[in-house]
């Protein structure tokens, strides 16, 4: 099965609302908003269009397969981090959809001159956290009680960072800055 990354645009919007509304809740908690809320997919959508968002998305026989986006808020006292957060169908993990998006977004963040990168997901998200460490993400933060599902359950979240401006020296150190 061939996946397709590419950017994500607002002509996705119906897509990606149909795709949140089909995962199970308890992969959403680790979001900061609700994007099985059409006015959350507006917002990131009008956020994609101003800069604020680099979004991809990944696609398989001609189905959203998942996404990524990459926040950035050069307003902040952070602007040189990057918050990432991705979003795989059940369907498609464990086949390297996930890590194809999080490597095209690493791209982006090159690109955008971040010196770093953090990810945040429920702890219970095992495998998650396994890809993410698998890419140099390393653990820096947990938040107990931090999210509150639907059904009044609090989830503890953990957040990852990763220092981009340490890789980039790498791939600078090895000849690969123009890969």
């Not at 609302?17 to 992969?27: Q, Y």
């Amino acid at each position: 099965m061939t996946v397709t990354v590419r950017p994500l645009t607002p002509a996705d919007r119906d897509a990606v609302l149909a795709f949140a509304k089909a995962v199970p809740e308890h992969d959403l908690l680790f979001l900061a908003r609700d994007i099985t809320q059409p006015k959350v997919v507006d917002a990131w959508m009008d956020g994609i269009e101003s800069g604020a968002i680099h979004s991809l998305v990944a696609e398989t026989e001609g189905k959203l397969a998942g996404f990524t986006a990459l926040l950035v808020d050069p307003l902040s006292w952070s602007p040189h981090v990057g918050e990432l957060r991705v979003l795989v169908a059940p369907g498609q993990r464990g086949k390297g959809t996930g890590r194809a998006l999080i490597e095209g977004t690493f791209r982006k963040a090159l690109e955008l001159g971040l010196a770093k990168i953090t990810a945040r997901m429920t702890t219970d998200q095992h495998a998650a956290i396994q890809v993410f460490e698998e890419l140099g993400f390393r653990a820096e933060a947990l938040l107990r009680d931090q999210v509150r599902g639907r059904d009044g359950t609090t989830h503890d979240l953990a957040i990852l960072a990763h220092d981009v401006g340490a890789v980039a020296g790498q791939h600078d150190a090895y000849g690969l800055a123009d890969r």
